[in-house]
T-cell receptor
Framework: DSGVTQTPKHLITATGQRVTLRCSPR?????VYWYQQSLDQGLQFLIQ???????AKGNILERFSAQQFPDLHSELNLSSLELGDSALYFC???????????????FGSGTRLTVV | DAKTTQPTSMDCAEGRAANLPCNHS???????VYWYRQIHSQGPQYIIH???NNETNEMASLIITEDRKSSTLILPHATLRDTAVYYC????????????????FGSGTQLTVLP
């Protein structure tokens, strides 16, 4: 157990639908990062939140959005789903401060999304 | 963050040392070298990181050249469970790098440990 919890582990949904992926960061970590990994593809950074505020955006589609709540858990919302959105979605957390050097980045076990 | 170059794939015999190279010729003074691995479809797992000195932990050793333009991750006694994609990542930790501190993953090296 890495300390980063992602739910659900698996999700199957139809095209056009909307889903929400949840991430609870490691205790004490203020930063949350979302990544997408399509089949046989690398890990693509989507978005980062730090203590409730968006801090960096990567290759995130407009149909996707995220937020980080006061208790520091984060949700990634994917809407108008397409077949190509089928992927593994990983959440990572870090202290988000200088302590990141000491404690590093911890990844969750991911959510496997299948769009049919 | 500086770009890294790694071989696409490598094989290693079980019980032997696995030496995974990484080139980061444009690395700057405040950039650290990180190594992560991803065992099939699992979340990336932290291995080790360093700035300029060689580092060792219970999983691996990291050798960084004196000019810091390349590094080698060493798994001293590879096992079948070490079969994974290994990522070498360079990350700037200077205050001027801002609060956006994500790790950027490349293609990595597929290490296959053979019985």
């Amino acid at each position: 157990d890495s300390g980063v919890t992602q739910t659900p582990k698996h999700l199957i949904t139809a095209t056009g639908q909307r889903v929400t992926l949840r991430c609870s960061p490691r205790s004490g970590d203020l930063s949350v990062y979302w990544y997408q990994q399509s089949l046989d593809q690398g890990l693509q950074f989507l978005i980062q939140y730090y203590n409730g505020e968006e801090r960096a955006k990567g290759n995130i589609l407009e149909r996707f959005s995220a937020q980080q709540f006061p208790d520091l858990h984060s949700e990634l919302n994917l809407s108008s789903l397409e077949l190509g959105d089928s992927a593994l979605y990983f959440c990572a957390s870090s202290p988000g401060t200088g302590l990141t050097l000491l404690y590093g980045y911890t990844f969750g076990s991911g959510t496997r999304l299948t769009v049919v | 963050d500086a770009k890294t170059t790694q071989p696409t794939s490598m094989d290693c015999a079980e019980g032997r040392a696995a030496n995974l190279p990484c080139n980061h010729s444009t690395i700057s003074g405040n950039e650290y070298v990180y190594w992560y691995r991803q065992i099939h479809s699992q979340g990336p797992q932290y291995i080790i990181h360093g700035l300029k000195n060689n580092e060792t932990n219970e999983m691996a050793s990291l050798i960084i050249t004196e000019d810091r333009k390349s590094s080698t991750l060493i798994l001293p006694h590879a096992t079948l469970r070490d079969t994974a994609v290994y990522y070498c990542i360079v990350r700037d930790h200077s205050p001027s790098s801002g609060s956006a501190r994500q790790l950027t993953f490349g293609s990595g090296t597929q290490l296959t440990v053979l019985p």
